[in-house]
Structures are given as C-alpha cells and as structure tokens.
C-alpha cells in the first residue's frame, strides 16, 4: 500500500475515533444538562404545590379532588410537566391527569415523601415509565405530613428532546469530521511534498546509499549548519580530526570539534575552490570548503578533507634529495674542473705546481656523517643533517653542526618515536634558518640528549624574529616568506662575534628595534597548493603534545635562535583547546 494511501487513512482513523468519542462525551453531557434542568423544574413545581395553603387546606375538606384537581391541571400545563399528582396522606389520588384516576391509590410506593423525605427518580406509574420527584405535604404548623405532591416527566418526552438536540450535535460531529478528512488529506499531500513524493523503500535505500557513499570514500567530509553546529562527519574525516570512536561530535558546536584554521576556512566557503594547506593537529590537510544550498538557500558549509601528511613527508624528502643531488652534480663538476686543472700542470710538466694545486684543493668536501656529526649515531638524524649541510653548502650557506652534539641510536619504540618527532623538528627548524641566513651566512645546530630531554637549538645569523612576531610565527598559516621567494639579504652582513666587520644599519635597526624588514611582513599562510605556514605551527604541536618548550632569542650569531626541550617521556597530548592556545589559533 503506498505511503500517501497509509498517511490518509492513518489520519482520517484518528479524525474518525476523535470525533466519535467527542460526539459519545457531548451526548452525554447533553443529556445530563437536560435531566438537570427537568429535574429544577420538577422539584420547583413538587415543592410549590406542596407549599400552596389551597391545596393544605383542601386535603382537610370533605371533596378534596374538587378543589386540588384544578389547581393541578393549571400548574402541570404552565410547567409542561406529564403530570401534577397529589395524595393524602394514605397515598389517595386527589388530582391526576386522567380524572378516572383520581380517589385510586397510587401504583407506586408512597412511603418516602409520606415519612418527611424526597424521593427522585424513575418509576413506571399509569401513564408509563417517567421520571419524578415526590415531596411531602405539611400542615400549617410543619410537623405533620398530611400528604403528597409528586411531579414526573415521561421518559419517552425525554428522549424525545434528547433527540431534537442531537440533530444538531451530529451535524456539527459530522461537518468536523469531514473538515479533518479534508485536512488529513492536505497533510498528507504536504509531507509527501516534503519527502519528495518518494516512498519509505526509497528514502532507506537513499539513506543507506549516502552512508555507505559517505563512508567509504577517502575523503574526509565534515557539514556545518547554519547555526555552527556539527550535522555530518563520517569515518574519515573522524580519523584525520582525531575524534575517538567514544565521541560524538553530531549536534556539537563546531569550534568544539574544529581547529581554528578550519573554523576560518568555513567562514568563508567557496573562497579557495582547489583547497588549502592547512594543520589539524599535527597533520597536513588539503581542505577546501564549500557552500550547502536548497532550493538556493544557505543551508550551512561542507568541508571536504584530504590527508596531505604522508606526501607532504614524501615532498620534504624528494626536496631534500634533489638538493643532495644537485649538490653532488656540483661537486662531481668541481672535481672534474679539477682534475683537469691537475692533469694539465702534469702535461706541462709543472709537477711541483700540481702538488701545490692538490694541497690547496684539500679534501675537496667529504660527504660522510661522522665528519658533520659525530657525537649523533642516530642514523636517520645523521643523514638528515648530512643532506642539510650539503644543500646549504651548495646554497653558499655554512651549516656547522657543534661537535657537542650527541643523540643516540634509537634503542626502544618509544625513542624511535621521540627522534621521529626530533627529525620533523630538525627539517623544519634548519630549513627556516637555512631561508632565514641567505647566501654567505650560517647556521649553526645543537642537539643533545640526556636521561630526560632533548635539547635542540638552531642559530642563524639572518634578520632575526623581532619579538612582536615571536609568538606569532608558530600560528597555522602564518609566514613572514612571500611565496616563491627568498629572503632578500644585505650586502653588508651582520658581524659575528668578534669580528670587526661593521654590519648594515638596517640589521642594526632590526636587532634593536625588533622592527620587521620588509620582507619579513606577515603574509597570510597557506595559498592553494603551497604549504606556508606549516613548518613551525608543526613543530609547537610536536612540541605540545610531547609537554615540552619552544621560543625564539636572539642568537650569539645576531640573527633568530630557536630553542626546544622535548621530554624523553611525553606527557597526556593536550587537548583542542590548549593547543589553539599554544599556537595562537584564536575561535570565532
């Protein structure tokens, strides 16, 4: 049966029950109201026949009937009652309305009224079944009970009026019922309007058509509606937000479930049609938000998420091996120029000018770990500094790791974990002095592990952080690089310790001042496909979520040096809100 079939006939059934046991209730209390109101009128009627001194002192006569039979007749017919009976005190009729009655006892016991009391009720007499009251007559002085007066209403005249009534009541019950079948047929009409005239197989298989839609692709969806609250996550998207499977972020405030970037991107749906690079947590997400109408209303946003983690990994790494390997096409070039400069003296025959040549070349560069490291025999942090220093060095930056640095190989899964944390922090840290130095500056790096923390600290002697921005810079989305630029350097460096080289008066200004140069004006973020503002909003989360410290000074170099303890131990990963707070991220 189809559900538009079911809805009518659901409602017009309840239409129907309503209206009848309204009809049965209203009936009812007609009734009622109708035998109150003979009921006033027959006790009315019975107690001023029995209070007439006419009727008092002609039952004390010798032909009472004569005398009380007319007055009777007179009120029975002014009060449309059946009947005015009354008796002496022996139940003899002395008025009735069929006169062959009158001197007859009455049918019905008189006991009641002749004892003092009043009697109410149905009874069948001689002219039929009737409703009456009976009331006692008292002689002048009130004490003696010298008769009877009984007044009654046939029951059939009852119904009768009853039923005059009841037209009326049944065409009201009628028209109602008819309105509600109306009315059941407009709702019926209006929710199949609202279900798009589709079926309940149809709306169930379209439901379970969306959830396995919506949980099986690989994207993570999260829909907002208009009042900011959370109305859809599925499976993915919990996984890259972090919820755990105890959560329930349906019916949640969005900026309970969301981090601050996002809550951003939301705002403002359909700004970034191919995406934006952003964190949630510490992973990399391509999100892209977009508007959610019906029938052209703004219903709310959808953002749409893809896990960018793994192959923003996978892009830092072929970054740096495509620096390694320009560093050694270089240097493989360098020692061909060299070796040609050699081989040439010894055709000349200018043997001893070749030796010369040889000892000033030198060792030409070695790319072995333990020359750049030796006190780290973690392998992949090794590596990491290793390729670092070779990317730098072709970039006319010095790299120098200080010979005090010691960590070593990673012996548990619990270290393992720490120097995977401590390589993100590393690449990061060393690739923003790296940008931050320039050609011809340095940058020097310390790592040292104890039986509590790791410390690490990282040197250039660029521009610095002016110390209004120091806390800014680890914001998600905050960069103080335009995208595709390098940092535009002086040509007059800022001096080392020590040295006498005067430095250019604009670095002189910034480390004094703590104004930004030019180039270092925040700028927003993270544009569709880059990843500013990344880096170091990464790190303070590794950093947080392990309880440990992070913060720029101002470095010995006279540029920015970043300092971090990571605790061998991590503690309970903060929540949501601590994290904004360590980051900046400030909830709209």
């Known amino acids: 049966?189809?559900?538009?079939?079911?809805?009518?006939?659901?409602?017009?059934?309840?239409?129907?029950?309503?209206?009848?046991?309204?009809?049965?209730?209203?009936?009812?209390?007609?009734?009622?109201?109708?035998?109150?109101?003979?009921?006033?009128?027959?006790?009315g009627v019975a107690q001023s026949v029995a209070g007439l001194p006419a009727i008092r002192d002609a039952l004390g006569a010798a032909d009472p009937s004569a005398t009380i039979q007319p007055i009777a007749e007179v009120i029975r017919e002014a009060s449309d009652v059946t009947y005015v009976v009354v008796t002496d005190d022996e139940g003899i009729r002395m008025s009735h309305p069929t006169a062959e009655r009158i001197g007859e006892r009455v049918s019905t016991d008189p006991s009641v009224p002749l004892s003092g009391g009043t009697y109410i009720?149905?009874?069948?007499?001689?002219?039929?079944?009737?409703?009456?009251?009976?009331?006692?007559?008292?002689?002048?002085?009130?004490?003696?009970?010298?008769?009877?007066?009984?007044?009654?209403?046939?029951?059939?005249?009852?119904?009768?009026?009853?039923?005059?009534?009841?037209?009326?009541?049944?065409l009201a019950l009628g028209t109602a019922a008819a309105g509600g079948v109306v009315c059941a047929w407009w709702v019926t009409q209006l929710v199949r309007r609202r279900i798009y005239r589709l079926e309940p197989e149809e709306i169930a298989s379209l439901l379970e058509t969306r959830d396995a839609m919506l949980h099986g692709i690989s994207e993570g969806v999260v829909a907002l509606d208009r009042t900011g609250r959370v109305a859809l996550v599925n499976d993915e998207a919990r996984r890259l937000l972090g919820l755990g499977p105890g959560e329930a972020p349906v019916g949640s405030l969005a900026t309970d479930v969301l981090d601050g970037q996002l809550l951003e991107l939301a705002d403002r749906p359909g700004d970034h049609s191919s995406g934006e690079l952003l964190l949630a947590g510490e992973r990399v997400l391509l999100a892209r938000a977009n508007p959610a109408t019906v029938d052209g209303r703004a219903v709310g946003a959808v953002l749409v998420l893809r896990d960018h983690t793994e192959l923003h990994a996978l892009l830092q790494d072929l970054d740096g091996a495509?620096?390694?390997?320009?560093?050694?096409?270089?240097?493989?070039?360098?020692?061909?120029?060299?070796l040609h400069v050699v081989s040439g003296l010894l055709e000349l025959g200018q043997h001893v000018e070749a030796v010369a040549f040889i000892e000033r070349a030198g060792h030409g560069g070695l790319l072995t770990a333990s020359v750049i490291a030796p006190g780290v025999h973690s392998p992949q942090v090794a590596a990491l500094l290793l390729a670092k220093a070779t990317t730098a060095r072709e970039r006319g930056i010095d790299l120098e790791v200080d010979p005090c640095s010691v960590l070593d190989a990673p012996g548990s899964p619990d270290s393992t974990a720490l120097q995977q944390d401590v390589l993100t922090i590393l690449g990061n840290a060393i690739d923003n002095a790296i940008d931050a130095a320039g050609p011809g500056?340095?940058?020097q790096v310390l790592v040292q592990e104890d039986d509590e923390e790791v410390v690490v600290l990282v040197d250039d002697d660029g521009p610095g952080v002016p110390t209004a921005l120091r806390a800014a810079v680890f914001r998600p989305g905050f960069s103080t690089k335009h995208a595709g630029a390098r940092p535009a350097r002086s040509v007059r460096r800022v001096p080392r310790p020590g040295t006498g080289t005067s430095s250019s008066p604009r670095w002189d200004a910034l480390r004094h001042d703590d104004a930004p140069a030019p180039h270092l004006q925040p700028t927003p973020g993270s544009d569709a496909g880059t990843a500013r503002g990344i880096g170091l909003a990464l790190v303070r989360r590794i950093v947080a979520r392990r309880g440990g410290t992070v913060g720029f000074t101002t470095s010995p170099l006279g540029g920015a040096r970043l300092t971090l303890t990571l605790p061998v131990r991590s503690s309970a990963a903060p929540s949501g809100a601590a994290l904004d707070r360590l980051t900046g991220t400030v909830h709209r």
């Open 1 to 43: 049966m189809p559900l538009r079939v079911q809805l009518l006939l659901l409602q017009v059934v309840i239409v129907l029950a309503v209206v009848s046991a309204a009809g049965v209730v209203a009936g009812t209390l007609q009734e009622r109201q109708l035998r109150d109101a003979y009921l006033d009128r027959m006790t």
């Open 121 to 170: 009720g149905t009874q069948t007499g001689t002219l039929g079944e009737s409703w009456r009251v009976k009331v006692p007559i008292y002689d002048e002085s009130g004490r003696a009970v010298i008769g009877a007066a009984s007044v009654g209403i046939l029951e059939s005249q009852l119904h009768a009026d009853f039923r005059e009534d009841l037209d009326g009541l049944l």
């Open 322 to 338: 495509r620096d390694l390997t320009d560093a050694l096409r270089a240097q493989s070039h360098e020692f061909a120029n060299k």
């Open 441 to 443: 500056g340095t940058v």
